[in-house]
């Protein structure tokens, strides 16, 4: 097992990644304060590990809360069902939520904890390689709006992340996928080193060599943990996570949520933004192609949807939360290993990326 710490003063938390950690109480016990107990999970994650972590909880009073499965129930709709919960089983404000599963059940649950009676505490236990490597740390939470992808939410660190790798063995290829592109994003926005690592070992952690994953995972958690230390509410430095997500947002909100997974959003948009930062004359063509070359091995987009128009793309990328007073500001790469936030690309740069994907 590896720990790491998100360094927060007196919300700093740990997590600890490795294989068999649902196995172990003492990763969780020590983050629960009172005897109330909330695992929110969804109908796909609970046949699985439910009863895993409720084995850990016995001196507990366990509530279940189980969620349908999907991007498309992100909603404070289905949202509601954690409060009724929560609620018929007359939880008081030091009962601690567990969220078990992926980043939509993660931002749900994170959220419910931030919002029920004016915040309670609450655990991560990521299930998908997504959640492992990104969602689950930082304390973002929330949920979608028809009008805007994670819209309403609310910054709410948890008490402790505890990612067990050997819960990837039981996710589908294509959501694995979907975890490695954030995983590239790390090393494209802060870690070359790591960049060249993930295109070395890109076919073991498709085999889901449980070493390499396990590295894969730390190594993602030390970029997104110092990252998040430096600026935990995104008034800067923290943005540079959302390489290739306001291309993506786009992506998702127009073809719906849970049409294209959330990784694959990213994955087309990360070219398109290395294809803008190509074209203002930041890093070489060859790197967009590197880049590209590296996301199809992993068996991910490399373009847009098909018929999507660049109008569109920028009207939703309008409604994205990166733009402040009217100005768009987008991660661009100023070369592999380092990404920045910018409000000064041409809009007539930025018009020739999206014509050149949506043609
Ligand atoms: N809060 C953040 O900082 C942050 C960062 C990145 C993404 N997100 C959000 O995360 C969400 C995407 O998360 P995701 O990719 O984990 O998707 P997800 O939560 O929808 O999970 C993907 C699918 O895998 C299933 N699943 C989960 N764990 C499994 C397992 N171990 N075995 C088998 N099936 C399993 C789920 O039921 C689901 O069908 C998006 O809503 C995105 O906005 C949030
Ligand atoms: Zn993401």
């Known amino acids: 097992m590896q720990t790491l710490t998100v360094d927060l003063g007196e919300r700093s938390y740990p997590i600890y990644t490795g294989s068999g950690l649902l196995e172990r109480s003492e990763l969780l016990l020590p983050y629960i304060k009172g005897r109330q107990v909330a695992i929110v999970t969804n109908e796909t994650i609970a046949p699985l590990y439910l009863e895993k972590i409720k084995s850990l ?9 189980i969620l349908p499965d999907g991007e498309n129930f992100k909603n404070l709709d289905i949202l509601n069902r954690v409060f009724d919960g929560l609620l018929e089983a007359r939880h008081n404000r030091t009962t601690t939520l567990i969220a078990l599963g992926g980043g939509v059940v993660g931002d749900m649950t994170g959220f419910a904890a931030a919002c029920y009676q004016r915040g309670v505490d609450f655990i991560q236990v990521p299930t998908t390689l997504l959640s492992q ?25 948890p008490n402790c992340v505890v990612a067990d790798t050997l819960t990837l063995n039981t996710l589908p290829d294509r959501e694995l996928s979907a975890g490695l592109a954030e995983v590239i994003k790390y090393g494209l926005i802060r870690d070359a080193a790591f960049y060249a690592w993930i295109e070395t070992n890109l076919e073991g952690l498709l085999a889901r060599d449980p070493a390499l994953l396990a590295e894969a995972i730390h190594r993602s958690c030390e970029c997104k943990a110092a990252v998040v230390a430096e600026d935990e509410k995104e008034s800067g430095v923290r943005a540079i996570l959302n390489l290739g997500h306001t291309f993506g947002h786009a992506i998702e909100t127009a073809m719906g949520y849970g049409e294209w997974l959330h990784g694959e959003a990213v994955a087309a948009g990360m070219v398109m933004a290395a294809d803008l930062s190509a074209r203002c004359g930041w890093i070489d063509a060859a790197e967009v192609e590197r880049l590209k070359q590296l996301l199809i091995r992993a068996n991910l987009p490399v373009k847009a949807p098909e018929g999507m128009s660049a109008d569109q793309f920028k009207s939703l990328m309008q409604v994205d939360k990166k733009v402040i007073d009217g100005r768009l500001r987008l991660v661009l790469m100023q070369k592999v290993g380092w990404a920045v936030v910018t409000d000064e690309v041409p809009s007539g740069l930025l018009q020739e990326t999206l014509e050149y994907f949506t043609v």
Request: charged share 20%; aromatic share 2%.
């Open 57 to 65: 909880l016995t001196s507990k009073e366990v509530t279940e809360v």
């Open 133 to 157: 490597v990104d969602s689950s740390v930082g304390g973002k939470t929330g949920v979608n709006h028809a009008l805007g992808k994670n819209m309403i939410g609310a910054f709410h660190q």
